[in-house]
């Protein structure tokens, strides 16, 4: 166990519904980033937070936004939500002053229809 | 565009053998260099990560680097069933605290 937790486990929704995923940092880290897993797939880079401020992106849409929190916990909001959007979405965290290796929660399986 | 290649396999090997799994990067940038293991429908779980050329070892596992020619690799030595599993290389250049993963080789190892 990482000390990463993500909500929900599962969620189905419908196409064009619009979701939001969380994620609870490991203590001390403050850095979150998230990343969508196809099946057979490597975690492909959505957004990195640092310190509340994003710091980085992924080849993903507008449609894909996201929050850090004063307590490092993190949201993603995917809109208007698509079937390809239907993956494994993973939050890691890290603490970029003690390293950049990268813990990972244990996913949100979202499935559309 | 940064790309990390592995051989999706699957890779099968007898229990008791050694597994070896191979990743190459294309930034030459590179300092950082990740293993993880994912078992199927779980997440990715850190094993090993290695900065510089050489090896490194870590009880069954040993990381193998090689900048020049740009691969890294992981050695599982006595195998066993438990290690089935889908292996993630990941790369990150120096500060970026972003890797790239690649696709995943899967592992059979078989009794």
Wanted: aromatic fraction near 12%; glycine fraction near 10%; charged fraction near 15%.
């Amino acid at each position: 166990e990482t000390g990463v937790t993500q909500s929900p486990t599962h969620l189905i929704k419908t196409r064009g519904q619009q979701v939001t995923l969380r994620c609870s940092s490991q203590s001390g880290h403050n850095t979150v980033s998230w990343y969508q897993q196809a099946l057979g797939q490597g975690p492909q880079f959505i957004f990195q937070y640092y310190r509340e401020e994003e710091n980085g992106r992924g080849n993903f849409p507008p449609r894909f936004s996201g929050l850090q929190f004063p307590n490092y916990s993190s949201e993603l909001n995917v809109n208007a939500l698509e079937l390809d959007d239907s993956a494994l979405y993973l939050c890691a965290s890290n603490s970029q002053e003690g390293g950049e290796t990268q813990y990972f929660g244990p996913g949100t399986r979202l499935l559309v229809l | 565009q940064k790309e990390v290649e592995q051989n999706s396999g699957p890779l099968s090997v007898p229990e008791g053998a050694i597994a070896s799994l191979n990743c190459t990067y294309s930034d030459r940038g590179s300092q950082s260099f990740f293993w993880y293991r994912q078992y199927s429908g779980k997440s990715p779980e850190l094993i090993m990560f290695i900065y510089s050329n050489g090896d490194k070892e870590d009880g069954r596992f040993t990381a193998q680097l090689n900048k020049a020619s740009q691969y890294v690799s992981l050695l599982i030595r006595d195998s066993q069933p438990s290690d089935s599993a889908t292996y993630l290389c990941a790369v990150s250049s120096g500060g970026s605290y972003i890797p790239t993963f690649g696709r995943g080789t899967s592992l059979i190892v078989h009794p």
